[in-house]
């Protein structure tokens, strides 16, 4: 019963259901009036034959018109089976078509009636299909092209027809836009990684070369060997942080997310660094209240962390790093601060663009991934980085986390 209820919803259906209603009416009207004419008329004729026979009987004058009158309105069967006698001589006899040429053509007219209402509703079934398959056509068609459908149609049926297949529509162009935008990344990303790479390659290359090929005194090759060391620490930093940053990239980083005192992770991602600070004369130092919590990823939040601390030890000479934090009602911040060579204005959007990087002779092994990697994981975390700067007075970087609502 809902199928049919919903066949009917149909508009082109439904019209072809009153239609085919409306149309059996007036040609059963038609037929049954047609039936009714056809029998008037037979009787018509019928009681001409029986006036004309009767009027054939009178001429002869040997039988009285009472006697006449009362033959024809007889009914009796007797004389009824002594006519059929009389009147098979002369070749009429009930089961020939001969004497019945008024029932023949009485039937006609029922006959066209009926064919024409007949025509009449097959014409309106076809008229009904096509209409549905020339909206169906429309929908395969903009299918066919790769198109939206953007015709009006008439029926419920197909207008769902028509918007599933630009769901499909839609959805292969978005899938087909991320597919060239992927690749356009991974042609990008293989462009840039091999121009990191081929640095330290081209120098462990030409250090080998060099040492096979000539004799050197061992302090020389101690600094050939130590030249390699930063090399092979670079490729071994960039191979790393790549897989990371194509971890993220890719979606394929499941954080688990649980509360976690900011102080302590904050402190187990700087405890490496502290030996980089020293080498460049720079103290680093934590200042966090034991109080302030935070729900995030405690292992890539200090991911994040040790490497916004480490790109501030390398770029600070002689100074200070401090690391501090705070919250309000609605956030906690976390700061880094130094006082070291400071950014320039115009480098500031730059320093988040992966292998972006001020390399020095004090952070050879830099390979400009860490920040943009911080800022990935940041932004995971339901959370932003800002950057406030003054070129040779110091760097400030905030990072700043929504607290989850209960």
């Known amino acids: 019963m809902g199928r049919l209820i919903r066949t ?38 019928a009681s001409e034959r029986m006036l004309a026979a009767a009027g054939r009987l009178s001429e002869r004058g040997d039988i009285p018109d009472e006697v006449i009158a009362a033959a024809f309105a007889d009914k009796s069967t007797a004389e009824a089976q002594r006519g059929s006698e009389i009147m098979k001589n002369y070749g009429y006899e009930l089961g020939t078509t001969r004497g ?61 027809l028509a918007e599933a297949v630009n769901r499909l529509t839609d959805d292969r162009l978005g899938t087909l836009e991320r597919l060239s ?44 060997l130590e030249r390699d060391r930063v090399c092979i620490e670079r490729i071994n930093r960039l191979c790393a942080e790549s897989l990371k940053s194509a971890r993220l990239d890719a979606g394929a980083v499941k954080y688990e997310i649980k509360l976690c005192s900011v102080a302590e992770l904050t402190e187990r991602s700087c405890s490496p660094l502290y030996e980089l600070a020293s080498s460049n004369g720079t103290d680093l130092s934590i200042d966090i209240p034991s109080g302030i919590m935070l729900e995030c990823d405690e292992l890539w939040l ?84 800002y950057i406030d700067s003054e070129q040779g007075f110091g760097t400030k970087v905030r990072l700043e986390f929504l607290k989850r609502q209960a």
């Not at 259901?17 to 009714?36: D, E, K, P, Q, W």
């Open 181 to 224: 935008g992927e690749k356009r990344y991974l042609a990008d990303y293989l462009q840039d990684f091999s121009h990191q790479i081929r640095t330290p390659a081209s120098g462990l290359t030409l250090n080998n070369e060099i040492m096979r090929s000539h004799e050197l005194p061992r302090s020389e090759q101690l600094e050939y």
């Open 302 to 385: 200090g991911e994040a962390v040790s490497n916004l601390v480490k790109n501030a030890c390398e770029h600070t000479v002689n100074g200070s790093v401090t690391v501090t934090a705070d919250e309000t009602p609605m956030t906690v911040n976390i700061y880094i601060t130094d006082d070291g060579e400071g950014i320039a204005n115009e480098d500031i959007p730059q320093l988040f663009r992966r292998f972006y990087s001020k390399r020095s002779d004090r952070n050879p092994t830099s390979v400009g991934i860490g920040m943009s990697i911080a800022k990935r994981i940041t932004e995971d975390m339901n959370g932003r980085i």
């Open 8 to 45: 009917f919803e149909n508009r082109t259906v439904l019209f072809f259901g009153i239609a085919v209603l409306l149309t059996a009416g007036l040609f059963f009207g038609l037929g049954y009036l047609s039936v009714g004419l056809s029998e008037r008329e037979a009787a018509i004729e």
């Open 100 to 160: 019945f040429e008024f029932i023949v053509n009485g039937s006609v007219l029922p006959a066209v009636t009926a064919g024409a209402g007949v025509l009449f509703c097959g014409i309106l079934g076809l008229t009904a299909v096509y209409i549905i398959i020339r909206e169906i056509r429309c929908v395969t068609s903009a299918g066919s092209k790769k198109k939206r459908c953007s015709a009006d149609f008439s029926d419920n049926d197909i207008v769902l």
